[in-house]
């Protein structure tokens, strides 16, 4: 939902209203139907959109160590995306790639193990 109004921001800016007038608007449309706690991920889905259509996406692939690079650009395929250590990551690695995440981190497969248990 929040890319729509993304989108629809990008559309406003693109026919000539200016930035402020535009983000006025959307918080209106958005408060108008109750909707105004969408505002901060619409501004991030905006930010995703903006560098998607100026080509500054990178591919980005998180580790648990600096360490661990090396082994997760070779199961991931990606030998040139950028790496970032994500101490919230115990072990693996997640890959984002524009708009889709592969992620073979540890955590996640705890955090599945963990649902099925509480549920």
Known sequence: MER???R??????????AHADAVRTVAKV?????????????????????????????NTLFVAKEHHASRAHKESGEHDARVVVD?????GWRLVKSDSLVDVSWKKH??????????
């Open 4 to 6: 729509a109004y993304a």
């Open 8 to 17: 629809a921001l990008l559309q406003l800016i693109q026919n000539g209203m």
């Open 30 to 58: 958005l408060e108008s139907k109750g909707r105004s706690a969408l505002m901060p991920k619409v501004a991030r889905a905006f930010n995703r959109l903006i560098q998607r259509e100026s080509g500054k996406i990178t």
């Open 87 to 91: 101490p919230t990551l115990i072990g």
């Open 110 to 119: 705890l955090l599945s193990i963990y649902n099925r248990i509480a549920a």
